[in-house]
């Protein structure tokens, strides 16, 4: 599979664009496991344009996570054509448009999947922005507002008309925001359009190897892109790929191996961002790992866990954790 120019394999496996999580550290350890490609965490169109420090941040990419996209959102034209400009010199593999972002501070302003709502508008925020930029230009978004206005089958041909190389698609209406089970009906049926000609993503509920396969074999997506799963677990990359390559994975990978990677992460989200800003990132995946959960009478460790605002403290509370399974 190829977006633009880029040589992506054979069924790709992407990490979503995800806010607060897509940090730079863990975009490196999940393209370490095999993730095909990865995303920075989607930035603000304005902020961007109004050089807001923490929003620039954001743009900083590494040689070692290639390819990686940076993805963009918002609702005024002119503000994403310069956003994209302005990306576009950060020097990412593509730019992806963020049409699907659910949460009420994106969508409820008519930015993310309030675009859903204003579909001219999206229309003419990705044709001026494919014109303004050589990189190539993808697309994420919703199957509709709601499962009133199911619209992604006629959309994507839509936005391939706008000169979009690549769409995902999420297999939830903006209504159902990440509840109730993504529905991939529509996205196989998009991916069957023959007028479509460009390649389709398929993204949601990908939670486990068996349902990766399933989502190629059973909808014929280009690629897949998995979001929530990856939180406190960037070993599920090499637990998809070792399963689409060669139907096994290994499951021997213990205990103690996935709390090594989960220390390298925070001492690189440390390194790279800073101690307070780098233990906050980490917080989110430490609260989320599975590996945790067979671990008896947890409680007030994983509070002490949460509540740590040194690395050094941080790490002790994690070595402590090895003695507990015993």
Same mark, same amino acid.
């Given at each position: 599979?190829?977006?633009?120019?880029?040589?992506?394999?054979?069924?790709?496996?992407?990490?979503? #664009?995800?806010?607060?999580?897509?940090?730079?550290?863990?975009?490196?350890?999940?393209?370490?496991?095999?993730?095909?490609?990865?995303?920075?965490? $989607?930035?603000?169109?304005?902020?961007?344009? =109004?050089?807001?420090?923490?929003?620039?941040?954001?743009?900083?990419?590494?040689?070692?996570?290639?390819?990686?996209?940076?993805?963009?959102?918002?609702?005024?034209?002119?503000?994403?054509?310069?956003?994209?400009?302005?990306?576009?010199?950060?020097?990412?593999?593509?730019?992806?448009?963020?049409?699907?972002?659910?949460?009420?501070?994106?969508?409820?302003?008519?930015?993310?999947?309030?675009?859903?709502?204003?579909?001219?508008?999206?229309?003419?925020?990705?044709?001026?922005?494919?014109?303004?930029?050589?990189?190539?230009?993808?697309?994420?978004?919703?199957?509709?507002?709601?499962?009133?206005?199911?619209?992604?089958?006629?959309?994507?041909?839509?936005?391939?008309?706008?000169?979009?190389?690549?769409?995902?698609?999420?297999?939830?209406?903006?209504?159902?925001?990440?509840?109730?089970?993504?529905?991939?009906?529509?996205?196989?049926?998009?991916?069957?359009?023959?007028?479509?000609?460009?390649?389709?993503?398929?993204?949601?509920?990908?939670?486990? #190897?068996?349902?990766?396969?399933?989502? $190629?074999?059973?909808?014929?997506?280009?690629?897949?892109?998995?979001?929530?799963?990856? $939180?406190?677990?960037?070993?599920?990359?090499?637990?998809?790929?070792?399963?689409?390559?060669?139907?096994?994975?290994?499951?021997? $990978?213990?205990?103690?191996?996935?709390?090594?990677?989960?220390?390298?992460?925070?001492?690189?989200?440390?390194?790279?961002?800073?101690? #307070? =800003?780098?233990?906050?990132?980490?917080?989110?995946?430490?609260?989320?790992?599975?590996?945790?959960?067979?671990?008896?009478?947890? =409680?007030?460790? =994983?509070?002490?866990?949460?509540?740590?605002?040194?690395?050094?403290?941080?790490?002790?509370?994690?070595?402590?954790?090895?003695?507990?399974?015993?």
């Amino acid at each position: 599979m190829k977006i633009g120019q880029i040589e992506l394999g054979t069924q790709p496996v992407f990490l979503a #664009p995800m806010e607060d999580v897509t940090d730079i550290g863990f975009r490196q350890l999940c393209k370490r496991f095999g993730a095909s490609m990865v995303y920075t965490e $989607f930035v603000s169109a304005e902020a961007l344009v =109004r050089d807001v420090k923490t929003t620039v941040r954001k743009l900083g990419i590494s040689d070692g996570e290639r390819p990686v996209g940076i993805q963009i959102y918002g609702r005024d034209v002119e503000a994403m054509v310069e956003a994209a400009q302005i990306v576009e010199q950060a020097g990412p593999d593509l730019i992806d448009l963020n049409f699907g972002c659910p949460v009420k501070k994106v969508a409820g302003k008519g930015a993310g999947a309030g675009m859903l709502q204003n579909i001219p508008k999206m229309l003419e925020i990705t044709k001026k922005v494919v014109d303004s930029v050589k990189l190539p230009v993808t697309v994420k978004t919703r199957l509709g507002w709601n499962h009133e206005q199911l619209i992604i089958t006629e959309l994507a041909e839509q936005l391939q008309d706008c000169g979009i190389q690549a769409l995902t698609i999420h297999g939830r209406t903006r209504a159902q925001m990440y509840t109730g089970e993504a529905d991939w009906t529509l996205i196989g049926e998009v991916k069957k359009n023959l007028r479509i000609h460009i390649p389709i993503i398929g993204n949601g509920d990908i939670t486990s #190897p068996e349902e990766a396969k399933r989502a $190629f074999e059973q909808y014929g997506v280009d690629a897949i892109m998995v979001g929530r799963a990856t $939180f406190g677990r960037p070993w599920i990359f090499k637990e998809i790929r070792d399963y689409l390559d060669k139907g096994i994975f290994d499951e021997t $990978f213990g205990f103690n191996q996935k709390l090594d990677i989960l220390e390298e992460q925070l001492r690189i989200n440390v390194e790279m961002i800073d101690e #307070p =800003r780098g233990i906050l990132h980490t917080r989110r995946h430490l609260a989320a790992t599975p590996i945790f959960k067979a671990i008896p009478n947890f =409680r007030q460790t =994983r509070i002490a866990m949460l509540r740590s605002a040194k690395m050094d403290e941080l790490l002790d509370i994690l070595e402590q954790t090895r003695t507990l399974l015993g």
